[in-house]
């Protein structure tokens, strides 16, 4: 340990006792594990040299941060740089990356497919952890607001109704969203994306998700497995039939010209209720506690990878509310 390593420990101690979640969400769940996945993605080894990579783990942790605090890459840069929590959270390193190389491996995760990897070991973890699901799944979606460009989009509706084209630099390009679409959805016009979730009914631990382009209708993505036992929807996913045998289908009944609802789908429709409104929490969550409503990247693939630790991210937070729960009945 260095000296300035001393010192800033030293100084969290303070924090520590006022209440740090972070401290908390770091204990969930063991770290390791994350580690040989990361490590392929860097370029420098003993036979080839090159400078030393970011210590994997902390990476990981990096892009939690990023997503618990809906941060930029040159926010999140100073942020940790900044505050004594972020730095513990991080096991206070020497060193820590600039917001350009956060970026850059935040792209070579994409494309040397490790975001699957990733997911895949912390659901590992929480099966080991006793978090299995057991009283069902609830399947819902979101929408992730995207900047289109309102002064473009004007004028080239403009220039369009004058027959001409717009020609953009290569530069502007880079800032233009390639993936994001519009939709309406109860008389609000959205664009951008959307992440679709698979929810544990018992633990509120988020199992599966996918992130797919705005217009894309809920029904159109299917999260169920065989062995999730029951799966409730809302009225979106209505005659949209399950890929798995054995699935007990607790979807919404949805009314239509001329066939109103029974009051035995009415009621139907209430108890299913009951238990899918527990699914907006992980909604309700990431965007205002972690100001995730609105991306600031502009590919599918990028919003991806970002959904995904923030899925991660939601998941850790919920892990200490079940701690707290756990802790609260033993009393």
Not at 35 to 53: W, Y
Not at 214 to 241: I, M, P, Q, T, W
Request: aromatic share 10%; hydrophobic share 35%.
């Amino acid at each position: 340990m260095s000296f300035n390593q001393f010192i800033l420990k030293e100084q969290y101690a303070k924090v520590r006792g006022l209440g740090d979640r972070l401290e908390l969400m770091k204990k969930q769940i063991e770290w390791k594990p994350f580690r040989p996945i990361l490590a392929s993605v860097f370029r420098d080894n003993k036979e080839t040299g090159g400078r030393p990579h970011t210590n994997e783990i902390t990476v990981v942790r990096i892009m939690l941060l990023q997503e618990w605090y809906g941060l930029s890459d040159p926010e999140l840069e100073f942020q940790i740089n900044d505050r004594l929590s972020f730095r513990n959270f991080l096991d206070f390193p020497e060193t820590v990356p600039d917001f350009s190389t956060i970026w850059k491996i935040r792209d070579r995760l994409k494309e040397a497919g490790k975001e699957e990897k990733i997911w895949n070991a912390l659901q590992h973890q929480l099966n080991q952890k006793g978090y299995s699901i057991q009283k069902g799944v609830i399947q819902d979606a979101c929408f992730i607001e995207a900047d289109f460009g309102r002064k473009r989009y004007y004028n080239e509706k403009k220039a369009e109704k004058k027959g001409e084209k717009i020609e953009y630099t290569e530069k502007q390009q880079q800032h233009m969203d390639k993936d994001g679409t519009f939709s309406v959805k109860h008389g609000q016009v959205h664009f951008g994306y959307k992440n679709h979730i698979k929810i544990d009914v018992k633990h509120s631990l988020i199992r599966e998700y996918e992130v797919s382009t705005a217009s894309l209708h809920d029904g159109e993505v299917n999260l169920v497995e065989c062995g999730d036992g029951k799966v409730y929807r809302d009225k979106g996913y209505f005659g949209k039939k399950l890929n798995c045998d054995g699935i007990k289908d607790m979807t919404m009944k949805r009314a239509s010209r001329g066939h109103p609802l029974t009051q035995k789908e009415k009621d139907w429709n209430k108890a299913v209720s009951r238990v899918r409104a527990s699914g907006e929490r992980p909604f309700a969550v990431m965007k205002n506690v972690f100001n995730g409503a609105r991306t600031k990247v502009k590919t599918l693939a990028r919003v991806s990878i970002k959904e995904m630790f923030k899925c991660f991210g939601f998941n850790l937070y919920q892990l200490v509310t079940l701690r707290r729960r756990e802790l609260a009945k033993a009393l």
